[in-house]
């Protein structure tokens, strides 16, 4: 079973706006952390922002916040600002306390238009 | 230092080849993994060593051959590799396998098999 599901395998977005892509996990562990990070096409895996099961408030780090809606069972990321340098794939994750593993969802490719 | 740093970036290679991927750290990590890339596509975990020891061997071909010679240290050693095993070779770490403090990437090496 999809335990993290990115639905927009693609999006194109003017400079300068907001955006927002999606992620959903699906975990029966009460304990768990959820990652996003960013994969430009020099292939580094940055990372940009985590999620704790148990924080009481959503993260934000800079122009990256993570809209988490714990019943809902939802980690989206919101991109404030975009810029053109924000081009990438940008994949969701999510670790496990019971077995520490990474889990990956497949990817949004984010293009930002000038 | 808050990097992993992997060598070489770029690696082509025939199948009677053999060759090592080298990755290292100096932020105190304790865990280190290797992950397979194929375009497009989400990381795939190949191997986990957690305090220098092999813990985690995710059904992976005796091709690949991972080794730990210390803490800072981890290589990928290659021999008789298939056309399909081209892809992105990415490294991390992280403080211990709980990962709870985050995983930190290496920028990759492009593997490609002739």
């Known amino acids: 079973a999809q335990k993290i599901t990115q639905t927009q395998p693609g999006m194109f977005v003017q400079e300068k706006e907001a955006v927002t892509l999606d992620c959903t996990y699906d975990?029966?562990?009460?304990?768990?952390?959820l990652f996003w990070y960013k994969q430009p096409s020099s292939g580094e895996m940055i990372f940009l922002i985590y999620?704790?099961?148990?924080d009481q408030q959503n993260a934000t780090e800079g122009r990256y916040s993570l809209n988490f809606q714990k019943a809902r069972k939802s980690a989206n990321l919101v991109i404030s600002a975009s810029q053109l340098g924000d081009s990438a794939m940008y994949f969701c994750?999510?670790?496990?306390?019971?077995?520490?593993?990474?889990?990956w969802g497949a990817g949004t490719k984010l293009i930002i238009k000038p | 230092d808050t990097e992993v740093t992997q060598t070489p970036k770029h690696l082509v290679m025939g199948m009677t080849n053999k060759k090592s991927l080298k990755c290292e750290q100096h932020?105190?990590?304790?865990?280190m993994y290797w992950y397979k890339q194929k375009a497009k596509k989400p990381p795939e975990l190949m191997f986990v060593?957690?305090?220098?020891?092999?813990?985690i061997n995710e059904s992976v071909p005796s091709r690949f051959s991972p080794e730990c010679p210390n803490s800072s240290l981890l290589n990928l050693h290659l021999h008789a590799l298939q056309p399909e095993d081209s892809a992105l070779y990415l490294c991390?770490?992280?403080?211990?396998?709980?990962?709870?403090?985050?995983?930190?990437f290496g920028s990759g090496t492009r593997l490609t098999v002739v």
């Open positions: 991390a770490s992280s403080q211990d396998r709980q990962g709870a403090s985050g995983y930190t």
């Open positions: 994750a999510m670790r496990e306390d019971r077995n520490y593993q990474l889990i």
């Open positions: 975990t029966s562990d009460p304990s768990y952390g």
């Open positions: 999620q704790g099961s148990y």
């Open positions: 932020m105190g990590h304790r865990a």
């Open positions: 060593y957690s305090y220098e020891k092999l813990s």
